[in-house]
Nanobody, 116 residues
Framework: QVQLVESGGGLVQPGGSLRLSCAAS????????MSWYRHAPGKEREHVAT????????VYTDSVKGRVTISRDNDENTVYLQMNNLKPEDTAVYYC?????????WGQGTQVTVSS
């Protein structure tokens, strides 16, 4: 059974930082491209960042470029999202996604709230 478990969310002040983690099990992690998405109330789900299976190539949505870094540890079956200089508009539930060929898996999400 495939599981993706996110952690690291919470309440942070504007300008603060958080590091999200997504621990994967039940799949060959090193085959999968990993992504972070977010879903804010009243908005559509938004792609945040993607890292390819070997961890060499990354893609970011424009609104987070320069503030967010996606990384992965294929030995630990974990993908990370380091978020710096957080803004209130970053408030959302953050989800990780694993994709390889036709197989797509999602985690349950972790809440990030940026507020003073």
């Amino acid at each position: 059974q495939v599981q993706l478990v996110e952690s690291g969310g919470g309440l942070v002040q504007p300008g603060g930082s958080l590091r999200l983690s997504c621990a994967a099990s039940g799949l060959t992690f090193s085959l999968y491209a990993m992504s972070w998405y977010r879903h804010a109330p009243g908005k559509e789900r938004e792609h945040v960042a993607t890292i390819n299976s070997p961890g060499i190539s990354t893609v970011y949505t424009d609104s987070v470029k320069g503030r967010v870094t996606i990384s992965r540890d294929n030995d630990e079956n974990t993908v990370y999202l380091q978020m710096n200089n957080l803004k209130p508009e970053d408030t959302a539930v953050y989800y990780c996604r694993a994709i390889w060929r036709s197989a797509v898996y999602w985690g349950q999400g972790t809440q990030v709230t940026v507020s003073s």
